[in-house]
């Protein structure tokens, strides 16, 4: 099963009676556990979180903290960009070189980074400090 199988699996369960738009998100880590989360919207719409988001916090519930791969899906004419938060929240668990595919449910794919999802991230180097 490929990391994009296990996105499209998790976004089946996307609770999103107000986009109707399913994400879903699968994150393996470098000791090869895989993660899975989907969107969860809210009727405070600014409450709802992305696919991405409940991805790490699994991982992260899961007692694992460094991502190897990304992958995210939803049914979209080009492949599904993440929001500029969940590209801050890759960024905080994973190096610049992870290869993150983002795709479509009818085969688009566009293979990037999570460096070039967001250059010149604010990261831990600036809180050297304090
Ligand atoms: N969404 C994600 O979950 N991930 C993305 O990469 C893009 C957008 C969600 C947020 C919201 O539930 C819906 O898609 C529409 O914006």
Do not use: H, W
């Not at 990391?3 to 009676?17: C, G, K, T």
């Not at 991805?55 to 979209?76: F, L, N």
């Amino acid at each position: 099963m490929s990391l994009i199988d296990d996105a499209r699996a998790v976004r089946e369960n996307a609770y999103v009676p107000y986009s109707k738009f399913k994400v879903g998100a699968a994150i393996r880590t470098v000791g090869g556990t895989v993660y899975k989360g989907c969107n969860v919207e809210n009727v405070a719409y600014p409450e709802g979180t992305c696919a991405e988001a409940g991805a790490i916090a699994a991982m992260i519930a899961g007692g694992d903290i460094a991502i190897a791969e990304v992958a995210v899906i939803a049914d979209s004419p080009e492949p599904v960009s993440p929001c500029g938060g969940c590209r801050q929240k890759l960024a905080e668990f994973a190096k610049g070189e992870v290869k993150v595919t983002l795709a479509t449910m009818d085969g688009g794919r566009f293979e990037t980074t999570v460096g070039d999802l967001l250059p010149g991230a604010f990261d831990q180097d600036y809180m050297s400090r304090v």
